[in-house]
C-alpha cells in the first residue's frame, strides 16, 4: 500500500530568499507540500569603510574568529580573494551549514557546539578560548551580543564587527499580505527572529491577525520560539535539532 505524502497539497511558507530558499523547498516537495517563498528578510554587506578595512587587514591580530550564520561567512569572504584565506584566525562556527560552507571554500573549522545556539556555544567554546587570546565576530546589524557578553566576561578580548545589514524586501511586503488576506497559506514556518518581527509588522499592518489563525506554525530555535509566543501566537511545531530538515520532520510529526 502506497503511503499518503505527510504534507500533500499543505501550502508552506518558505521566509527565505532564492538563493537560501532551494533546499528547503526541494524537502517540501519531496512530502507532497507546495512551498511559498517570500524572503521575509534579505541581506546586504554594509559599506566597506575605514573601520571594516582596518579589521580587515589586522586578522592577523587575532586567535579566533566567529561565524554565526552562512550569511555572515558568505558576505565576509566576499571581502577577499581565496589566496587570502589563508591569513584567517583559527574558526568556530554555530551551525552545520554554516561549516559546511566554510568547509567547500577549503577552511577548516576548529569548534563546532553540541547544539546551534549561541547560549551553548558561549557556554561551551569559553571552555576552549584562553583569556589571553583575541577573538572577532563578524556580525549582521540585528544579531544577538550573547557570544560577546558571555565571554568578555570570561577575560576573553571580544570584537565584534557588523559586516551586513537586515531588512525586510519591499515586495514580500505585497505579495504576503496579499496571500494572507485570500488565506492561501497553511503552514507557517520561521528561521529567526528576525524573520517572525518581519511577518507580524506586515499582520499588524493590514489587520491580518484573523487571517492566521487556522495556520499551524513551525520554527527552530528556542530564541525564535520566543518571538513566536512573545505575540501571543503558538509554535507548534519545533524540532529538538536546530536544522530545517527537523523542523519539516516536527511539523509532519504534528500533523501525524
Known amino acids: 500500500m502506497i503511503q499518503p505524502l505527510p504534507l500533500l497539497e499543505k501550502k508552506i511558507l518558505v521566509p527565505r530568499g532564492k538563493k537560501q530558499a532551494k533546499s528547503l523547498s526541494l524537502l517540501i516537495e519531496k512530502h507532497g507540500?507546495?512551498?511559498?517563498?517570500?524572503?521575509?528578510?534579505?541581506?546586504?554587506?554594509?559599506?566597506?569603510?575605514?573601520?571594516?578595512q582596518k579589521v580587515m587587514t589586522s586578522l592577523h591580530t587575532y586567535d579566533w574568529i566567529i561565524f554565526t550564520s552562512n550569511v555572515a561567512v558568505e558576505?565576509?569572504?566576499?571581502?577577499?580573494?581565496?589566496?587570502?584565506?589563508s591569513n584567517l584566525p583559527k574558526i568556530a562556527v554555530i551551525?552545520?551549514?554554516?561549516?559546511?560552507?566554510?568547509?567547500?571554500?577549503?577552511?577548516?573549522?576548529?569548534?563546532?557546539?553540541?547544539?546551534?545556539?549561541?547560549?551553548?556555544?558561549?557556554?561551551?567554546?569559553?571552555h576552549i578560548v584562553q583569556t589571553?587570546?583575541?577573538?572577532?565576530?563578524?556580525?549582521?546589524?540585528?544579531?544577538?551580543?550573547?557570544?560577546?557578553?558571555?565571554l568578555r566576561k570570561k577575560g576573553v578580548t571580544v570584537e565584534e564587527v557588523i559586516v551586513y545589514e537586515t531588512?525586510?524586501?519591499?515586495?514580500?511586503?505585497?505579495?504576503?499580505?496579499?496571500?494572507?488576506?485570500?488565506?492561501?497559506?497553511?503552514?507557517?514556518?520561521?528561521?529567526?527572529?528576525?524573520?517572525?518581527?518581519?511577518?507580524?509588522?506586515?499582520?499588524?499592518e493590514y489587520?491580518?491577525?484573523?487571517?492566521?489563525?487556522?495556520?499551524?506554525?513551525?520554527?527552530?530555535?528556542?530564541?525564535t520560539k520566543e518571538k513566536i509566543e512573545s505575540f501571543g501566537l503558538i509554535a507548534h511545531a519545533s524540532p529538538e535539532v536546530y536544522t530545517v530538515e527537523e523542523m519539516i520532520n516536527s511539523i509532519i510529526k504534528y500533523l501525524n
Open 207 to 223: 489587520k491580518l491577525q484573523s487571517k492566521i489563525e487556522h495556520c499551524l506554525i513551525s520554527c527552530i530555535g528556542p530564541v
Open 75 to 85: 558576505t565576509f569572504l566576499s571581502f577577499f580573494s581565496k589566496k587570502e584565506y
Open 95 to 126: 551551525g552545520e551549514r554554516t561549516k559546511r560552507i566554510l568547509n567547500e571554500n577549503g577552511l577548516k573549522v576548529r569548534f563546532l557546539p553540541t547544539e546551534y545556539v549561541s547560549e551553548t556555544f558561549a557556554e561551551e567554546f569559553s
Open 33 to 52: 507540500g507546495i512551498p511559498v517563498e517570500i524572503p521575509l528578510i534579505a541581506f546586504r554587506p554594509i559599506p566597506f569603510g575605514k573601520y571594516l
Open 167 to 204: 531588512y525586510m524586501p519591499d515586495e514580500s511586503r505585497f505579495k504576503l499580505a496579499e496571500m494572507l488576506t485570500n488565506k492561501e497559506i497553511d503552514i507557517l514556518m520561521f528561521t529567526s527572529p528576525s524573520t517572525v518581527e518581519h511577518f507580524m509588522g506586515i499582520v499588524a
Open 132 to 150: 589571553n587570546e583575541r577573538v572577532l565576530i563578524p556580525k549582521g546589524n540585528l544579531a544577538r551580543d550573547v557570544i560577546a557578553e558571555t
